[in-house]
């Protein structure tokens, strides 16, 4: 499933996988929220609980994760302060609901206090 996230200094495309979780994501979008960031992660409060099946510490560059401790989706794509080399880490466990194919240079144009939206392409 193709979804758009928007936000004010960057629109990019994600591809949700067909997880539990990223099937519950998108039946409560379109979504609205402000960006935090963690080193090169954005990652936003979806305002509801979402399973947690199948979380992970495993994430990847381009992976968009969602944070059940949170409440929130985050989007990997560099190293972040529990990193240890050039690969992301997340705070905690997170469940891959998808990846984006954005560059870490565009994705750095989006900033602390930005508003965003994630909707159905």
Known sequence: MKVSFKAES?????EFNDSQTAKEISQELPL????????DEIYFCIGFKAS???ASMEVKVGDVGYWPQGKCL????GPTPASTSRDPVPA????????????KEELKKIKLGEKISVELS
């Not at 609205?32 to 080193?39: E, F, H, L, P, R």
């Not at 997170?94 to 954005?102: D, E, L, Q, R, Y």
């Open 32 to 39: 609205s929220s402000t960006v935090s960031t963690w080193g």
């Open 92 to 103: 905690s466990s997170v469940v891959i609901v998808g990846k984006t194919s954005a560059s």
């Open 10 to 14: 960057l629109t990019f495309p994600v």
């Open 74 to 77: 985050c989007v990997f794509f």
């Open 52 to 54: 947690a099946q199948g």
